[in-house]
């Protein structure tokens, strides 16, 4: 198993910009997360989802959007890229309550 | 609202001194405990969790955790670190019964002195 890819590992963009963050589990969970880790801010939660068709808000989720249409993808994205959303973002996938994470996707907006 | 609350951001040790790092939550009900690790250029693993039983969970490495509910306190230890251990650990709460939403702490940075 691959377990939770995410791509691209980098990205800068301009402000104003919009992309995807894409985020891939190979396990069958049912639960997908996606969250944005800043220094010293641990690790907030942007959407979650529950399975496919089904997602809601996290506790920062301004800014983002999210689709599940299959369990296995769960892309996150932003359409008015903005200076604050410069963090690393790392994607999770959990059956229960143990949670498996992705590489991080590392996103500079200038 | 639920919080984890880490009491160091940076903890700095030698080869073979202790280690305890602090978590402390609030929320009043029931909840299930987590500590997550993060090596350098690696993803986010699990390094141990507390359900029920045992207070005293014992996870991958030689790290082992404390579960105190009068304190609200899930404090992550390790008797002799190695230099390997220097990376970023999180402690993480979810409420039992709430669903998957997991609150996490602010991380601590451990750096190992070899």
């Known amino acids: 198993n691959a377990g939770v890819t995410q791509t691209p590992k980098f990205r800068i963009l301009k402000i104003g910009q919009s992309m995807t963050l894409q985020c891939t589990q190979d396990m069958n969970h049912n639960y997908m997360y996606w969250y944005r880790q800043d220094p010293g801010m641990g690790l907030k939660l942007i959407y979650y989802s529950v399975g496919a068709g089904i997602t809601d808000k996290g506790e920062v989720p301004n800014g983002y959007n999210v689709s599940r249409s299959t369990t296995e993808d769960f892309p996150l994205r932003l359409e008015l890229a903005a200076p604050s959303q410069t963090s690393v973002y790392f994607c999770?996938?959990?059956?229960?309550?143990?949670?498996?994470f992705g590489p991080g996707t590392r996103l500079t907006v200038t | 609202a639920q919080s984890v609350s880490q009491h160091n951001h940076h903890v700095i040790l030698s080869e073979a001194a202790s280690l305890e790092l602090g978590c402390n939550y609030s929320y009043g009900g029931t909840v299930n405990l987590f500590w997550y690790v993060q090596y350098p250029g690696q993803h986010l693993q699990l390094l141990l969790k507390y359900f029920s039983g045992d207070p005293l969970v014992k996870g991958i490495k030689g790290f082992e955790a404390e579960f105190i509910k009068s304190k609200f306190s899930f404090n992550l230890r390790k008797p002799s670190v190695q230099w390997s251990d220097t990376a970023e650990y999180f402690c993480a709460v979810n409420a039992q019964g709430g669903g998957f939403k997991t609150i996490f702490g602010a991380g601590t940075r451990l750096f190992v002195k070899a």
């Open positions: 999770a996938s959990s059956l229960s309550q143990e949670q498996y």
